[in-house]
């Protein structure tokens, strides 16, 4: 049977089975409530629901999903109710503790962004690396190997090929295809166009490619007419899956520069999966395969301007420099899309 309101009627259980009083009746005395609902994208009328039960329960409920477009489309039903959190794929730390490589120290903690502006938090980063080095160096090399997706660690036996072809399947194209409905209304898009441009993003990680570029590639690898607007919207499609992220480039001042968005993919193991290509990106790597360096360095923004578009109250832009790296990074206030109930 098919419930109208899940969310609510599912609560509703909870008060009267498990609870034996209302949320408020628990809140009142001193027992707050959590909600957390995982996937809840796949439920109609989700947001509104949980509208209803923020504004007439006292609880805090943490929503998540793997389809990012589609969590925030609930955004406008729960507008100054929510805080959204972006999260990212593992980090260093979380690679190390899930391979058993040890323990590493979170240098940045969770209390913003002002220890950056400290000469002495920089000063302490530095001899912090230095005493985890060991741990440290081990976990980038798997970082490096395969990326950053849970699964790719959890199953570090299961050979690359076969690790490859599940990113593929279970990241890219699920996220392609399982949001290709979303977005203006009567607008068609194109799964083999948004996965060939996800395959030109790829090849030019790390850097600022023009639409016109984009559009002349898609078309020869397509055979089809593809034009420059079309590729834009597509490609703010992609950013909006979080598959990358299209860095703006950097204002400095009030005189802005016009010029091409970096392209930071959401993780390199989603390129190492998609290309069927691995780029070295440690140092002994890249000492045997040198003429790959120029490539790597483009990888390493990539991951840089992916890492810091995760980070709350952060951004960076690219430099508007004639070069096409290295690009400077910079940091400012702004607030991250998040997704907490107040």
Known sequence: ?????????????????????????AAHAGRPAYLFLDEVQNLRDWDVQLKHLVDSSALQAVVTGSSAL?????????AGRINTVEVGTLSLREVAAIRGFGTLETPLGDDGLEALLRKEFWLDLVA???????????????????????????????????????????VIRRVIRHDLGIGDRGRKRDPALLEELFRLACRYAGQAPTLELFAR?????????????????????????????????????L?????AATICLADHGLRASWLQEVVPLTVAGLAKHPLLADLAGHIAESIAGACLSTIGGSTWRTSPSAKPSPRSISCSPWARRGFRSR
């Open 1 to 25: 049977m098919r419930l109208r309101e899940p969310v609510l009627r599912l609560i509703d259980w909870y008060e009267a089975t498990v609870l034996g009083e209302t949320l408020n009746a």
């Open 70 to 78: 589609r969590i925030e489309r609930g955004r406008d039903s729960l």
């Open 128 to 170: 912090s690396g230095r005493r985890q080095a060991a741990v440290c160096d081990v976990a980038f090399a798997a970082f490096a190997d395969r990326g950053g997706y849970p699964l790719v660690h959890a199953r570090a036996d299961v050979p690359w090929p076969d690790v490859a072809d599940q990113l593929n399947e279970t």
């Open 217 to 253: 590639e898609a078309h020869r690898a397509l055979q089809a007419n593809v034009g420059v607007q079309r590729v834009r919207h597509d490609m703010d499609f992609l950013d909006a899956t979080l598959l990358l992220r299209l860095v703006p480039p950097l204002e400095i001042g």
């Open 255 to 259: 005189k802005k520069r016009r010029g």
